[in-house]
């Protein structure tokens, strides 16, 4: 049986506020999740290293772009670790403190962290070692990945800066005068990049991680560990920014 023509004059406005209804939610949708496999980062580290301190960013605004990633803050004040959509401070004495939303971030890599690959680490195994494990399953040199070390800890050092008081002055002495932690048998997770060697000036060649324990109380930006059990999850961030990104 052949439709009444009158049937499609009714149902085409309907047809079309339904089809701009879904056009509206992916809209929304694409704007509001972050990009994936992309990297997103604020300001650059010459920026910062010639006097650029003070972030123009939220953490707000910083977490529409990832729920994972490493930073600073103003004044260059303590270390930063975005993870599960949670920013926190590593501050220069050692305590973790949640930021507030309002609060400025200078510098930060961030990224929304879907793991590629799961490595599982069975035996004992340093930094060095790590790497090895992690250079073997991230081979793209030019390429920039997301690592996320999980598990227990026999030990870890970490260091933190403090925030400089001269807003406008070189800070090439960032290096010194940072306090260092170490910690033994410790559960947590270690969150960073691990970032081609030409980007020096823009970001960090090579490894960049920081560390934040499973009870939210230690961490800082990591100098050398030995873990114990645990996994490691590696993101390739292989696609282009979106436009406006
Ligand atoms: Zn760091």
Avoid: W
């Amino acid at each position: 049986m052949l439709a009444n023509p009158d049937d499609f004059e009714e149902s085409e406005p309907m047809k079309r506020t339904l089809l701009l209804a879904i056009g509206l939610c992916l809209l929304v949708s694409s704007c509001a999740i972050p990009a994936r496999d992309t990297v997103f980062q604020t300001s650059i580290m010459n920026a910062s290293a010639t006097g650029g301190h003070n972030g123009e960013m939220t953490c707000h605004e910083l977490r529409r772009h990832g729920n994972f990633g490493i930073g600073t803050f103003d004044h260059l004040g303590g270390e930063m670790v975005l993870l599960k959509g949670k920013v926190y401070q590593i501050e220069a004495d050692g305590r973790i403190r949640r930021m507030n939303p309002s609060d400025k971030v200078p510098l930060a890599t961030v990224c929304q962290f879907k793991a590629d690959r799961t490595v599982v680490i069975r035996r004992r195994s340093d930094y060095e070692e790590v790497k090895i494990l992690v250079n073997e399953n991230a081979p793209h040199k030019n390429l920039f990945y997301a690592i996320k070390i999980t598990g227990q800890f026999k030990s870890i050092h970490t260091r933190s800066g403090p925030a400089r008081e001269e807003t406008n002055s070189p800070s090439s002495k960032a290096g010194s005068n940072q306090p260092e932690f170490r910690m033994n048998r410790v559960s947590g997770t270690i969150v960073g990049f691990l970032l081609p060697s030409d980007v020096k000036g823009a970001n960090e060649p090579e490894y960049h991680l920081h560390f934040l324990s499973s009870d939210r109380t230690q961490g800082g930006h990591v100098l050398s560990f030995e873990i114990t059990d645990g996994k490691c999850e590696i993101d390739a961030l292989d696609r282009e920014s979106p436009e406006g990104e």
